[in-house]
């Protein structure tokens, strides 16, 4: 009796679990970003989440939840329902380097999210303030080892991609700067074009603008290829700094237990977005690199994921 109870409370609830898949979504959806509004997770969580909308029919409305390098929002993320009305854009700092800098951390990025997918890759680039006293990277390898303390580092937190990246920067210089935390590089780099502080490394997708409008000086990208979106743009290895090369990537996540419907239905309205020849054309202009066929799937962003903590983990260890 207690069996057949059992198993007919499952089958109920199997049932409830496949018709709220079916309806879903019917009330908006709340994305969450955990840096501040303007920078790189914003800027792409807007440009997919405005089309993903239209296919899923419902709004993706942007809750930016900034603080702790992004570890905060992406705690509230990985507690949040997992019904799929809340989602989050995470990135290498919050599901690649955050571990190895938290020893506290209260998420697992492998085990508390069910990946949804990649939303874009994005290559790291080494920018000062426009009048940066250093001509090509050479020189500002030259002024930041000379300088040390004197030259303010600006980043978004620690375990952010900025942060993981400059300490990166720093380490092989063989110096440390002054670090200058901000909730996002939104913020840093409005600090960075009004003079306020003098170098950071950041995603294409925030700086590329800038950097075309000559509000900012930037030394070199960190990725074998220069991009099409910056092509005066040398490569580390061209300008000298060959071991420097760091990308990041920006992803879809949503809390452990999600349904597999519900997850199917986000991936396939995000690759839908990828596909569309409008957004397509505004993650290119910012030099973001869509993710090919295979690097679409949920199930590919799982290992990826597992394999960018152990792959940061050492390094960040080593830099500290
Ligand atoms: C980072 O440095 O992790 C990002 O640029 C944060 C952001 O999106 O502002």
Redesign the pocket.
Known sequence: MKFLAKLAFAAAALAAGSASAQTYPNKPITMIVP??AG????VIARIVGENMSRTLGQQIVIENVAGAG?TTGTTRASTSANDGYTVMMG?M?THGAAPALYPNLKYDPTKDFEPIGLAAGTPILIVAKKNFPAADLKAFVEYVKANGDKVNQA??GVG????STGILLTSQIGTKTTQVPYT???PALNDLISGQVDILT??IV?VAEQIRAGTIRAYAIATPARSPALPDIPTTKEAGLPGYEVSAWNAMFAAKGTSKDIVAKLNEALVKALDDETTKKRLLDLGAVLPSGEERTSAWLGTFVAKEVERWNPVLKASK
């Open positions: 840096f501040a920078g790189p997770t914003d992004g990135h700092g980043h978004a952010s991609v900025s942060h996002g590089t939104g950041d995603q925030n």
